[in-house]
């Protein structure tokens, strides 16, 4: 049974650091890709950023390019965003996700974290 637990959210202050983990379990986590989605209240969820089920980094929306770094500790089965230089405007749920192949960097989406709230105030 794939798990998905995300910690790290919090309540910060415009231009603070976060880093967000996302520990897994029931699957080889080496071997899928994930990514991270979030969710503003009264917006539709996004992908924020998304890595390889290599580890190398696939994707960052266009509003995190330059301040979030994805990242997979295959020895822990951890996913982490780092997030600097916070803008309001990144508040909401951030939530990780796992594909539902392995080796498959562009399968659906399987199985999701409950998420995590990031509120960054101004």
């Known amino acids: 049974q794939v798990q998905l637990i995300e910690s790290g959210g919090g309540l910060v202050h415009t231009g603070d650091s976060l880093r967000l983990s996302c520990a897994a379990s029931?699957?080889?986590?080496?071997?899928?890709?994930m990514g991270w989605f979030r969710q503003a209240p009264a917006k539709d969820r996004e992908l924020v950023a998304a890595?390889?089920?290599?580890?190398?980094?696939?994707f960052y929306a266009d509003s995190v390019k330059g301040r979030f770094t994805i990242s997979k500790d295959n020895e822990k089965s951890i996913l982490y965003l780092q997030m600097d230089s916070l803008k309001s405007e990144d508040t909401a749920v951030y939530s990780c996700?796992?594909?539902?192949?392995?080796?498959?960097?562009?399968?659906?989406?399987?199985?999701w974290g409950q998420g995590t709230q990031v509120t960054v105030s101004s």
């Open positions: 029931g699957f080889t986590f080496s071997n899928y890709a």
């Open positions: 890595t390889r089920w290599t580890g190398v980094s696939l």
């Open positions: 996700a796992v594909r539902d192949s392995p080796y498959h960097d562009y399968a659906p989406v399987d199985s």
